[in-house]
């Protein structure tokens, strides 16, 4: 089974700034299958981005995914008041199929 | 679009079975993607539990697979997932969720609190 460790837990940001999430992963992630879902309470995640770097329909190019063989990062480049919530990444490359912890990305 | 939306009762009793349904509404059952459980325990991570294709073939996490059972009936256009002997960690809210081949989830049910309480 495949890892993946996110750090850090919590990101405190204030909106306009540049938020980096990292997914590290325990074992390389085949063809970069590693995605990203935005979470907010009481809600189901969002894609928001696959096969790494390609945004997921209507997202906006604020968001972008980098990233190849265990780590992988996402950037917020200016936070917008909605962006708050928890990130987590998956990977699709092997099965069983799983998540990291996620990321809180909260306001400072 | 696609939409799925999450059916089944909210408490079970220890020892007992968690059945849910899954309804696929705006496409076909049949159409070529997976059909799968996630679930999430209060304030924890996404926990992929298994999935479907509409041929029958089925994958399961490896960690649930003894007390899971995912099936699908193509006459509803819907899927369905049973967990036997829960326990309370099995308390958790439940979404079942579409994955193209290869592909991430893209699409998501509301999701339904399950509890494991006598």
């Known amino acids: 089974e495949t890892v993946l460790t996110q750090s850090p837990g919590t990101l405190s940001l204030s909106p306009g700034e540049r938020a980096t999430l990292s997914c590290r992963a325990s074992?390389?992630?085949?063809?970069?299958?590693l995605a990203w879902y935005q979470q907010k309470p009481g809600q189901a995640p969002r894609l928001l981005i696959y096969g790494t770097s390609t945004r997921a329909t209507g997202i906006p190019d604020r968001f972008s995914g980098s990233g190849s063989g265990t780590d992988f990062t996402l950037t917020i480049s200016r936070l917008e008041p909605e962006d708050f919530a928890v990130y987590c990444c998956?990977?699709?490359?092997?099965?069983?199929?799983?998540f990291g912890q996620g990321t809180k990305v909260e306001i400072k | 679009q696609v939409q799925l939306q999450e059916s089944g009762p909210g408490l079970v009793k220890p020892s007992g079975t968690l059945s849910l349904t899954c309804a696929v509404s705006g496409g076909s059952i049949s159409s070529t993607n997976w059909w799968s459980w996630v679930r999430q325990p209060p304030g924890k991570g996404l926990e992929w539990i298994g999935e479907?294709?509409?041929?029958?073939?089925?994958n399961y996490n490896p960690s649930l697979k003894s007390r899971v059972t995912i099936s699908l009936d193509k006459s509803k256009n819907q899927f369905s997932l049973k967990l036997s002997s829960v326990t309370a960690a099995d308390t958790a809210v439940y979404f079942c969720a579409r994955r193209g081949y290869p592909g991430p989830f893209d699409i998501w049910g509301q999701g339904t609190m399950v509890t494991v309480a006598s």
């Open positions: 074992q390389s992630v085949s063809s970069s299958y």
């Open positions: 479907i294709y509409h041929s029958g073939s089925i």
């Open positions: 998956q990977q699709y490359g092997s099965s069983p199929w799983t």
